[in-house]
C-alpha cells in the first residue's frame, strides 16, 4: 500500500476527519502580501506576535530544519447552544490533545516514516503553537478551502474543526500518490459567497469576504486582548470567543466532536464564569 493511504487510514483510526499532505516550503508572493496588509493595516490589534517571526511564517523550512513534508489533521468538535461561551472550549486544552494524537499517530506509522526518511526520521507538532499559517497548510494539503469568514471550511467535516501540523523531513516524493492528487483536485475553489457569515457578525469584525479585523472581533476581545472585554455590551455578552459566523455558514455539518472537546458542557452550561477556572486547571 502507498505511504499516503497507510498515513491516511491511520489518521482516519486516530479520530481525525481530515488528513493531507504538501510539499514544504514557502507559501508565495500573494501570501506574503496578504499577511503584510493584514499587519500594515493594524488588523492583528494587539497581537504582536503576528507581527514577529514573518520569515518563518511565510517558510516553514525556516521554522523546522530539514524539512521536507508539512500533514495537516482535521480534529471535530460539536456545535453547543451556549451563547457565551465559543464551542471549540466546553473541553480540554486543544493543543494538548491535538498534539497527543498525532504523537501517537508517528508512533502508529514510525517503522514506515523511518524507512521513507533512510532511518534518520525527524517531526515537529504544532497546534495553533508556533508561527505557521495552519488555514493556508490545511488548503495546500486538500483539506478544504477558506470561506469568507476567514475559516477553513472542510467539504466534508465542515467548519467545527480544529486544525494539527506536522512538519518532518520525509521527502515529499516519498509520500506523493495519484490518489493524494485526486483528493486535492476534489476540493472547491471557495465557499460561494452566499454572505451569511458577514451578515452575521454583530460587530462588523467581517466587513467584507475573506477580510477580518481582530479589533473588532469578539473572539479577540474575550480571549487574545491584553484588556478583555467579557460579558459586556462591547462583547455583546459573550464571555469567551463567538461562533456566529461559524453557525451561520451553509458548509456547516454534523460530524461528531472528540469528547474531550465537550467534557465540561454540562457544568460550563450551570456556570458559564466557570470556564476560566477551568481553563486555568486545564493549562497547569
Not at 457578525?201 to 469576504?209: D, Y
Request: aromatic fraction near 10%.
Amino acid at each position: 500500500m502507498p505511504l499516503y493511504e497507510t498515513l491516511q487510514q491511520s489518521a482516519q483510526r486516530l479520530g481525525f476527519v481530515g488528513f493531507g499532505a504538501a510539499a514544504a516550503g514557502a507559501l508565495g508572493p500573494e501570501m506574503e502580501r496578504r499577511l503584510g496588509e493584514y499587519i500594515s493595516e493594524g488588523r492583528n490589534a494587539d497581537m504582536d506576535y503576528m507581527a514577529r517571526n514573518v520569515e518563518k511564517r511565510l517558510d516553514v523550512t525556516l521554522l523546522v530544519e530539514g524539512a521536507r513534508t508539512v500533514f495537516a489533521f482535521l480534529a471535530p468538535y460539536d456545535h453547543h447552544d451556549n451563547p457565551v461561551i465559543a464551542s471549540y472550549a466546553h473541553g480540554l486544552d486543544y493543543h494538548k490533545v491535538i498534539k497527543d494524537r498525532i504523537h501517537a499517530f508517528v508512533e502508529e506509522n514510525r517503522a514506515s516514516l523511518e524507512a521513507a526518511a533512510n532511518g534518520d526520521f525527524a517531526y515537529r507538532a504544532f497546534t495553533d503553537s508556533a508561527p505557521i499559517m495552519e488555514r493556508e497548510w490545511a488548503v495546500r494539503c486538500g483539506l478544504g478551502f477558506i470561506g469568507c469568514n476567514t475559516f477553513l471550511i472542510s467539504p466534508t467535516a465542515g467548519l467545527r474543526t480544529l486544525i494539527g501540523v506536522m512538519v518532518c523531513n520525509v521527502p515529499f516524493e516519498e509520500v506523493d500518490c495519484m490518489r493524494l492528487r485526486r483528493d486535492k483536485a476534489a476540493v472547491p475553489a471557495d465557499c460561494g459567497r452566499c454572505g451569511a457569515c458577514i451578515n452575521a457578525c454583530p460587530t462588523g469584525a467581517l466587513s467584507e469576504p475573506y477580510t477580518i479585523d481582530a479589533r473588532k472581533c469578539i473572539s479577540f476581545l474575550t480571549i487574545e486582548s491584553r484588556t478583555p472585554e467579557r460579558g459586556n455590551d462591547a462583547s455583546h455578552g459573550h464571555l469567551w470567543g463567538c461562533d456566529c459566523c461559524l453557525d451561520a455558514c451553509p458548509w456547516n455539518t454534523d460530524t461528531p466532536g472528540w469528547p474531550e472537546f465537550s467534557c465540561n458542557r454540562e457544568r460550563l452550561a450551570a456556570d458559564p464564569e466557570e470556564i476560566f477556572s477551568i481553563f486555568a486547571r486545564n493549562r497547569k
